[in-house]
């Protein structure tokens, strides 16, 4: 059993040392090209919610269902690399104080602009941060670790200058474990590491190793993905390319579950110039999907997993989770024995 997503929090034990501390200075000069501009210039009257610093937060009691506010009117306090900073955007400050220890989840979805999070120290030392975990940009930290007692602080800000209309959902964090087989096929991908070089089975995402693919030739194939940060520090993710032989009987049927949700792909043409997206599921966590390739016997289809988000959920862990891809390899049709019949001959 393997649980994902550990994220390092610190305790924040007072506030003196806050008041005093200073954002921190992490510069990267292409970083804004890389990202694009803001989207707002101006904005309707404050309508103030949180706090302004840590100073004056406002204390939020667990678990938060859908509080929302506007950070337009705040002023600009902070700032942080998760990957991107050189923000100006006005942010607003929430307290938490658990009266027991619990691992939530912070969740920005639904707001309408492209919204940074941070969960600082007493010294405003950054401990937790997001910036674009949905494709909207809006941003979410998972398995967040809260001791019962002591306080902390959430920062929600944005990109640049952008400032909006914010919806806040903190629930406790619930993990995905998926049990794996001892029979079944690895992937041996080496491990994620800052500074990682895909030559393992990147694809036409590591044109510098030759386009490597792995395959797939077991009823059960258990393979990991996740995210790193490259040499400039930025988050990169992982990508799993396959080619798989049809079986004999023609068709191929996948059945797939993550510890992370992740994207399922069948890819085609088979050339790097033009591939595309043929047809797609997302699996996990804890949740499967499935594909039917149809083709002739023998002939090969390539296949694609890999996070559904580009950034890891937290600037300082780069996650590397596992996933679970199970096959009609070896002449089992779904004609005569179900999924669920071919997934209990490995449980």
Not at 7 to 29: C, E, I, N, R, Y
Request: aromatic fraction near 14%.
């Amino acid at each position: 059993m393997r649980v994902l997503f550990r994220v390092v929090v610190f305790v924040v034990v007072g506030l003196a040392a806050a008041a005093a501390a200073q954002t921190s200075a992490w510069s990267t000069a292409n970083q804004a090209a890389a990202k694009g501009p803001s989207r707002h210039k101006a904005g309707p009257p404050p309508v103030r919610q949180g706090g302004d610093t840590v100073l004056d937060a406002v204390t939020l009691s667990l678990p938060v269902v859908h509080e929302t506010g506007t950070t337009a009117g705040y002023n600009d306090d902070y700032d942080e690399a998760c990957p991107y900073t050189l923000s100006t955007s006005p942010d607003a400050v929430y307290r938490l104080a658990p009266p027991t220890s619990v691992s939530v989840d912070i969740d920005m979805l639904g707001s309408t602009y492209d919204t940074k999070i941070y969960v600082y120290d007493e010294g405003l030392g950054l401990v937790a941060c997001n910036d674009d975990f949905y494709p909207d940009y809006v941003s979410k930290l998972e398995n967040v670790p809260l001791v019962g007692g002591v306080e902390y602080y959430l920062v929600i800000d944005g990109y640049g200058g952008d400032f909006g209309s914010y919806v806040l959902n903190i629930s406790e964090f619930e993990p995905c474990e998926l049990s794996y087989i001892t029979a079944a096929q690895d992937e041996r991908e080496p491990p994620l590491t800052d500074g990682y070089q895909d030559a393992h089975n990147g694809g036409c995402n590591s044109p510098e190793f030759g386009d490597p693919f792995g395959s797939i030739t077991s009823y059960i194939f258990i393979g990991r993905t996740g995210w790193y940060y490259a040499a400039g520090g930025g988050s990169v993710r992982d990508t799993d390319w396959f080619e798989v032989t049809i079986p004999y009987y023609g068709g191929l049927e996948v059945i797939g579950d993550a510890e992370y949700a992740c994207y399922l792909f069948e890819l085609g043409p088979h050339d790097c110039g033009s591939v595309a997206v043929i047809q797609n599921v997302t699996i996990g966590p804890c949740q499967e999907g499935s594909l039917f390739i149809p083709g002739a016997a023998g002939s090969t289809a390539w296949l694609w997993v890999g996070p559904t988000t580009f950034e890891a959920p937290n600037r300082f862990i780069g996650y590397e989770f596992y996933y679970v891809l199970y096959t009609n390899m070896g002449g089992v049709t779904t004609e005569t024995r179900s999924w669920s019949a071919v997934k209990g001959m490995f449980d």
